[in-house]
DNA sequence: AAAAGTGCTTTGAATTTCAAAGTAAATGTG
DNA sequence: CACATTTACTTTGAAATTCAAAGCACTTTT
């Protein structure tokens, strides 16, 4: 019997990653600082998974200014909601197959 | 709020060990070979996921002979099982303690 | 105006991943 | 029996990934 791991998304293995869409399966969009904090992140680690899922086409960065501040906002995109949704699947089936 | 995404179990984290953790939380034991094609890996990639997990002690590499060739066979440490369940249950936490 | 803080981005060293090549013993073939 | 091939893994190293420190372009404080 096989077991289809290769069904899972690399997009979504990691840690960071897996928090981000998670987070933004249910939140509309998320700005840099709270998904950091939220992630107990450093600044760097969270810009280059963010700029990973980007590339995907999994999310969309959005930049604009809060009064003279930058602000950078991020959502995920249709895609990547179904993206992620199918990796969910296919954990959900990969834990359960397991033993038949 | 925070996500805890440190809660998860880095060893986990690849496709390979949570299929090879997976299969050996349902059977007491599973050969190279099995196991392999179970998984559809490539011997190398197979080896040296199993030698990572074994490092970890979360499982047991048993080599015998079967007839005259030799047989490879690997089960989860209790250690192993642990491990396992806790990271599935941060998964599990993460996935749904998202939105609260 | 100098110093410190904010909000990210860039960089690069360390780690990880994975398949090709290697090894050693068993087995098949002429 | 000599040999090529197969089996059951292991070793190797190039490529990809991960992550935090340092960098950068501002803004705010002193």
Do not use: C, P, Q, W
């Amino acid at each position: 019997m096989k077991i289809h791991i290769h069904n899972l998304n690399k997009a979504f293995e990691n840690r960071v990653r897996l928090g981000i869409m998670s987070i933004l399966m249910v939140n509309d969009s998320m700005d840099f600082n709270t998904l950091k904090e939220m992630l107990e992140l450093t600044d760097g680690n969270l810009a280059s998974h963010v700029t990973a899922l980007e590339k995907e086409g999994y999310l969309h960065i959005k930049k604009e200014f809060a009064g003279k501040k930058t602000l950078t906002t991020y959502s995920a995109t249709k895609t990547g909601v179904k993206a992620f949704n199918e990796h969910l699947d296919a954990l959900e089936k990969l834990l359960k197959d397991r033993n038949t």
